[in-house]
């Protein structure tokens, strides 16, 4: 069945990390409507989706360090936040299923260390990122942090890899700005003087300069959803998990062939109208 890419290496991961394996039910539309914090559980939160009933959606986050890729995914999860920053040593895997436009789908979301690099084949997938699932994700969710842009440097070489060395063509890539909360704002306050006031409505100015460039860069000429967020407050998670099952899901329907399966190293990416793809 071509709809969703088989769980092949999922049996083959078992023992080898630490699987997370928490399996909730989420309707996208339901819950971005506000509806309610409780969620259907759709089986016990001890096991793992059968790997010969169930296809699976693999979503990859990706980012510099201490972006929040962690806390995005505990919060969609888990409904959970901590201040508290662990960077992240080992990969963890977790298993939500997701109901978008009356479709069901079980999702793996990986959360991977920081990696310096993107795998260019398989030799360096196997030999520095084994098991991680890096190049036959199904799509992609690469955070920067809002209130320090310079992170944004890291995702832009990352995707450049990416398109270097994959064929990007029907895999999306959701790019999102997380920490949306420490963003600044130049309001006064009766503590800042004139001086002051004018410095922070001038790196304010700066900041909101240099977002501008980012959105226009990922949505005109990467052709990438865009999301903001802030994982702390939980505001806006659910829309980035929804952006991005909408571009999963019009993939399927538009039947768009993904293969769990690196491709041939000489395909590289191409441009596609209407997906993330090549600049
Ligand atoms: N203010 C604020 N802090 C956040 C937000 N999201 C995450 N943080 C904090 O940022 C720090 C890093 O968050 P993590 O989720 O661990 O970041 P990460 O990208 O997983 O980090 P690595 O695993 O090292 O790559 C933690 O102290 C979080 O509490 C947010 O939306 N707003
Ligand atoms: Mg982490």
Same mark, same amino acid.
Request: aromatic share 8%; with cysteine; net charge negative.
């Given at each position: 069945?071509?709809?969703?890419?088989?769980?092949?290496?999922?049996?083959?991961?078992?023992?080898?990390?630490?699987?997370?394996?928490?399996?909730?039910?989420?309707?996208?539309?339901?819950?971005?409507?506000?509806?309610?914090?409780?969620?259907?559980?759709?089986?016990?939160?001890?096991?793992?989706?059968?790997?010969?009933?169930?296809?699976?959606?693999?979503?990859?986050?990706?980012?510099?360090?201490?972006?929040?890729?962690?806390?995005?995914?505990?919060?969609?999860?888990?409904?959970?936040?901590?201040?508290?920053?662990?960077?992240?040593?080992?990969?963890?895997?977790?298993?939500?299923?997701?109901?978008?436009?009356?479709?069901?789908?079980?999702?793996?979301?990986?959360?991977?260390? #920081? @990696?310096?690099? *993107?795998?260019?084949?398989?030799?360096?997938?196997? =030999?520095?990122?084994?098991?991680? &699932?890096? %190049?036959? $994700?199904?799509?992609?969710?690469?955070?920067?942090?809002?209130?320090?842009?310079?992170?944004?440097?890291?995702?832009?070489?990352?995707?450049?890899?990416?398109?270097?060395?994959?064929?990007?063509?029907?895999?999306?890539?959701?790019?999102?700005?997380?920490?949306?909360?420490?963003?600044?704002?130049?309001?006064?306050?009766?503590?800042?003087?004139?001086?002051?006031?004018?410095?922070?409505?001038?790196?304010?100015?700066?900041?909101?300069?240099?977002?501008?460039?980012?959105?226009?860069?990922?949505?005109?000429?990467?052709?990438?959803?865009?999301?903001?967020?802030?994982?702390?407050?939980?505001?806006? #998670? @659910?829309?980035? *998990?929804?952006?991005?099952?909408?571009?999963?899901? =019009?993939?399927?329907?538009?039947? &768009?062939? %993904?293969? $769990?399966?690196?491709?041939?190293?000489?395909?590289?990416?191409?441009?596609?109208?209407?997906?993330?793809?090549?600049?």
């Amino acid at each position: 069945m071509n709809r969703l890419d088989k769980i092949k290496d999922d049996k083959h991961n078992k023992g080898n990390c630490n699987n997370q394996n928490k399996i909730l039910e989420l309707d996208l539309d339901y819950l971005e409507r506000g509806g309610g914090g409780t969620l259907a559980v759709g089986g016990s939160p001890s096991v793992e989706p059968s790997p010969d009933s169930l296809d699976l959606v693999k979503v990859v986050l990706l980012g510099a360090p201490a972006v929040g890729k962690t806390s995005i995914i505990q919060q969609f999860v888990w409904s959970d936040f901590s201040e508290e920053y662990v960077p992240t040593d080992r990969k963890h895997t977790f298993y939500p299923s997701v109901i978008i436009n009356e479709h069901l789908y079980e999702v793996k979301i990986t959360d991977v260390p #920081v @990696i310096p690099y *993107f795998p260019i084949n398989s030799y360096y997938e196997w =030999a520095h990122y084994r098991f991680y &699932g890096l %190049r036959n $994700a199904t799509a992609y969710i690469l955070v920067f942090d809002l209130s320090n842009v310079e992170t944004f440097q890291y995702i832009r070489t990352l995707r450049d890899q990416m398109v270097e060395s994959r064929d990007m063509r029907n895999v999306p890539v959701l790019v999102v700005g997380n920490k949306q909360d420490l963003l600044c704002s130049a309001a006064p306050t009766a503590a800042s003087g004139l001086q002051q006031l004018a410095m922070a409505e001038s790196a304010c100015g700066d900041s909101r300069e240099k977002r501008r460039n980012i959105v226009n860069l990922v949505r005109k000429h990467w052709k990438c959803g865009y999301v903001e967020c802030s994982a702390k407050y939980n505001w806006r #998670v @659910i829309a980035v *998990f929804k952006e991005l099952m909408e571009m999963i899901d =019009a993939l399927e329907c538009t039947g &768009g062939v %993904r293969s $769990a399966e690196p491709p041939p190293e000489s395909s590289t990416g191409q441009a596609n109208e209407n997906r993330c793809a090549v600049a």
